[in-house]
């Protein structure tokens, strides 16, 4: 599997800089103080640097975008890549002038000129996070990505500060590539054994097979994987790095393909559907970070892994299931299946862990694209307090979140005439029907999001700090809010 690139800090060394091979990065911005690697670039190109810091093009640049010299005389680099980044910039410059570097890094080396910039570590992050490549299932020779450094002037405190990013960006690229995974390979089984090899980090990892899910009643879940040839599981990872109080939980939908079952869904298109394992991705993804970075925090992440397929015996439309709560569901639309999974998750984690607050995760409608589009994730609550500071992590992150809103008028659509509820409520407000129906899965005094990140865990072109697929949307914000929120 992909690992983010190994990022070297070292302090910066003037003589290597006319004989340094492959790229170079360096920062600049007009009208500030060039730093001592830029003007000796300068000088060796014979003030080419300078001319192009001075160029109305570099002048139209944003903060963090770059404009590139390419086989610059008087260096042996084949080039020069200069990152417009001013003194004071904020994290989202930093990581996306970083972003630039990782993006034309290949086979050779990098080298990053940062020294006496303060935010060195996240231009190293961004780097790291845009460098992701899933190339698993291309054939030929495969060379290895070149040697990344970043000079500083510090090089142990940035190494300190870059550590805990660093296990960030391996939980990203877990949960990347959890989802750019198709489902021939990421079966409901191979899932459960990659979150399983996590036990290596610490982590406690429970894999409850389909005897133990009908013991505890789980009918809404079994529903959806019955006419899969893969067995559906529940996974449940622990880490507990806090004290004796109750966990934070984390559940994700995790659908590793989604044909929509007998009310199938249209063939184009439907290849897509090998991400709608994406809450679940996130959800093993920050336990990663978590565990990598040993969080002083007690977090439980569940996930539903299933796969809904059409079959003989699948689950028909009009069929009523009994969910783990007790409550009874017509399902009325075998597609609608993420909030059947999620239901069971749901009570389940909090019949056992009595969690202190929980958040799930889940690709779960089209109809929060056409709401939001693919810039931010619908955020759905049952309380101000723990979705404002669900807010201001992603934002503090760069990771685009939205509240909509949630009420009684939403929830009396999903009523059904033979059955407690339905499992649909209509198209209109599509997305907000399918908060309401996980809604009722949520104890009144347990404060809970829910995150539905159909439109933001897979995009169809490149963003800021990745390329185009999979994103790990998500994996920054919550670890974001554990350590805001758990840990100082
Ligand atoms: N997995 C889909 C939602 C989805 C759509 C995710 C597009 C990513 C991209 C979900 O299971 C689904 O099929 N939802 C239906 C619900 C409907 C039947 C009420 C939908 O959104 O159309
Ligand atoms: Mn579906
Ligand atoms: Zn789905």
């Known amino acids: 599997m992909p690992q983010p690139l190994p990022i070297q800090f070292l302090s910066l060394d003037l003589d290597a800089l006319a004989g340094a091979t492959g ?30 810091v001075a160029s109305e093009a570099f002048g139209k640049l944003k903060p963090g975008e770059a404009m590139e010299l390419a086989w610059p005389a008087g260096l042996q680099a084949e080039a020069v890549q200069i990152l417009r ?60 990505r070149g040697p990344v450094t970043v000079a500083v002037t510090n090089p142990e405190a940035v190494a300190r500060a870059a550590a805990p990013m660093a296990a960030v960006a391996e939980g990203v690229f877990f949960t990347r590539d959890l989802v750019n995974e198709p489902a021939n390979v990421l079966t409901t089984s191979d899932f459960a054994a990659r979150l399983a090899g996590m036990h290596e980090l610490g982590l406690q990892v429970e894999i409850l097979e389909e005897d133990e899910l009908r013991r505890l009643g789980m009918g809404a879940l079994l529903g959806v994987g019955q006419g899969s040839e893969s067995p559906s599981k529940v996974v449940v990872m622990q880490w507990n790095g806090g004290g004796d109080e109750a966990p934070f939980a984390l559940i994700g939908k995790g659908v590793v393909f989604d044909t929509g079952g007998i009310s199938i869904k249209p063939a184009a298109g439907m290849e897509d559907m090998t991400m709608d394992m994406g809450g679940a991705g996130v959800v093993a993804g920050v336990m990663r970070t978590l565990a990598l ?11 539903g892994l299933v796969e809904n397929m059409p079959d003989g015996r699948a689950q028909r439309p009009g069929d009523v299931v009994r969910s783990m709560k007790g409550d009874t569901i017509e399902v009325i639309n075998t597609d609608a299946e993420g909030r059947l999974v999620l239901a069971d998750v749901l009570w389940y984690a909090q019949e ?28 759905f609550s049952n309380n101000d307090e723990l979705c404002a500071a669900f807010l201001s992590a992603a934002k503090a992150e760069g990771e685009g979140a939205w509240r909509m809103p949630m009420g009684d008028a939403y929830d009396a659509k999903l009523k059904s005439r033979i059955a407690d509820m339905m499992n649909v409520g209509g198209r209109d407000g599509g997305a907000i029907t399918a908060a309401q129906f996980l809604a009722r899965f949520v104890k ?45």
């Open 352 to 379: 056992r862990f009595k969690p202190s607050g929980m958040i799930n995760l889940a690709t779960l409608t089209g109809a929060i694209i056409i709401a939001l589009g693919h810039e931010n994730a619908g955020v």
């Open 293 to 303: 970075r040993k969080a002083k925090a007690n977090v439980v992440g569940l996930v």
């Open 444 to 488: 009144p005094d347990v404060p809970w999001c829910h995150l539905d990140i159909a439109g933001t865990a897979l995009l169809k072109s490149d963003s800021t700090l990745a390329p185009k697929g999979a994103t790990g949307w998500g994996v920054m914000a919550l670890d974001r809010l554990i350590r805001d929120r758990f840990e100082r």
């Open 85 to 144: 980044l001013p003194k004071r910039a904020d994290v989202a410059q930093a990581r996306k002038a970083g972003a630039a570097v990782g993006k034309a890094h290949g086979t050779g080396a990098t080298l990053v000129l940062a020294e006496g910039h303060a935010r060195a570590a996240d231009i190293a992050f961004g780097l790291a996070l845009r460098a992701y490549e899933f190339d698993t299932h291309k054939t030929g020779e495969k060379k290895p």
């Open 23 to 52: 790229r170079i990065a360096v920062l600049a911005e007009p009208d500030q103080p060039t730093s001592a690697g830029f003007r000796k670039l300068d000088r060796l190109t014979r003030g080419a640097l300078a001319r192009a």
